[in-house]
């Protein structure tokens, strides 16, 4: 009987193995192909996917359709790699008008915290947000079970960097607490001074599932130091992982650069030294380049919201022309008013258009740009042969009106059609 169960068994796998075995090959048939490095738009093309993979860039008229197990076909779409951001916090949003740390580390539990960290990841996933950098801020490792839930497939959300705790200086980003409330912090900063225990909270970061590393260089006038600085890249390098800091201008931002961190995050107060000096060092730019109505939906009366959504536009804007690798970020903590979170961080645009950036640079910025900072540029941020099948499509050319972004009709994430307005 054992041995006739086999024989069957072994007679499946000879005659029906194949079929399951063999690649799943899918067709994607558009007007037109966006590549971000060269700023290329090739015409009449079908890129051909394998498994996931982007395999081939076909001529569409030499295609044969009848070779592949599906065909989509959009039209006179372009097609882009998936958008990208190097600066969210999925699971955090304070009320309009209202942003309050303290208040949502108190009310909020990490359970909560992770419900809306899945709705903000599958809004962006759905606007063409295909890889995020998730940056701290998630309560006790909320995204790393996000994380775990889209992988497992019971959501759909983008491909997430994840940074768990971050790292700071004593007291975190919370000014202000009495000394009984102290350990609030402790939910959402490791704190470390020394390199022993900027180490340590490295190991504990990933530990809990963090593939990045966010420091907080300057919340407090105890600012880190290029030594500790360094101590953070080093041992964040051992794990190939690159570390982000956020870090205003000045000093602090000197030592950021100069102790080797992949990144500054928002970088306000950048003057043209400094800019200068990130050129030399190679160290990106993820400005957070947040507008008027942003700040102001933070709470930030408009007065001083205009002055400093004016210097982030100027300092975007240097940056640009001093020739500082910039990655499209945006640190919302509050959505706009009626908007979602993609909605809210598409929005950032304003910010880019202000300064007057080209839109080509913006494509570089929002896909491969930030695929060079987060290590992955030969996975992503291209569409060749051997890339990763995150694709977006668009019902107009973004080099021409970059805010045809908002308005993406198709999104392929690892060969897995996510949405599609056609159908
Ligand atoms: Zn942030």
Not at 86 to 113: C, I, M, Q, W
Not at 200 to 217: D, F, P, S
Not at 355 to 384: C, H, R, S, V, W
Request: net charge negative; proline share 4%.
């Amino acid at each position: 009987m054992k041995k006739i169960f086999l024989k069957i068994c072994s007679l499946f796998f000879i005659f029906l193995g194949p079929l399951f075995l063999q690649a799943q090959t899918v067709l994607i048939k558009v007007g037109h192909i966006i590549q971000p490095e060269s700023g290329d738009v090739l015409a009449d093309k079908s890129v051909l996917v394998e498994n996931g993979i982007i395999k081939e860039i076909m001529n569409t008229k030499s295609v044969d359709e009848l070779k592949y197990d599906r065909i989509i076909d959009l039209g006179n779409v372009y097609l882009m790699p998936g958008m990208m951001d190097a600066h969210v916090h999925l699971t955090y949003n304070g009320p309009v008008g209202n942003f309050n740390p303290k208040a949502t580390y108190a009310d909020e539990p990490t359970s909560l915290r992770a419900l809306r960290g899945l709705k903000n990841a599958n809004d962006l996933l759905k606007a063409g947000f295909t890889t995020v950098k998730e940056i701290g801020n998630d309560a006790e490792y909320a995204t790393a079970s996000i994380i775990k839930s889209i992988n497992q497939g019971w959501f759909e959300g983008p491909t997430i960097l994840y940074a768990g705790k971050i790292i700071s200086q004593y007291g975190g980003q919370i000014g202000g607490m009495s000394p009984e409330r102290e350990p609030l912090w402790e939910h959402e900063y490791i704190i470390a001074e020394t390199p022993d225990e900027i180490r340590k909270a490295i190991h504990e970061n990933m530990y809990y599932g963090a593939n990045t590393i966010k420091l907080v260089a300057d919340a407090n006038p105890y600012f880190y130091t290029e030594d500790q600085i360094r101590a953070a890249v080093d041992e964040a390098a051992r794990f190939d992982m690159h570390v982000a800091a956020h870090v205003d201008g000045g000093e602090a931002a000197r030592n950021v650069i100069n102790g080797g961190a992949a990144a500054v995050e928002h970088g306000f107060s950048l003057d043209n030294e400094l800019l200068q000096l990130m050129v030399e060092k190679g160290t990106y730019l993820s400005g957070t380049d947040f507008t008027q109505p942003h700040l102001e939906a933070m709470g930030m009366p408009g007065k001083w919201a205009g002055k400093l959504a004016d210097r982030i536009v100027s300092r975007l804007r240097n940056a640009h022309e001093l020739g500082v690798n910039i990655v499209f970020s945006t640190d919302v903590v509050v959505d706009l008013p009626g908007m979602n979170r993609a909605e809210s961080n598409l929005e950032f645009l304003n910010a880019w258009k202000a300064a007057e950036i080209p839109n080509e640079y913006i494509i570089k910025a929002l896909t491969i740009n930030n695929a060079k900072l987060f290590g992955m540029e030969d996975q992503l941020g291209k569409i060749e042969s051997g890339y990763k099948a995150d694709l977006i499509a668009l019902p107009g050319n973004p080099l021409d009106d970059i805010d045809i972004l908002k308005k993406v009709s198709f999104v392929m994430k690892g060969g897995i059609v996510m949405v599609n307005e056609r159908t």
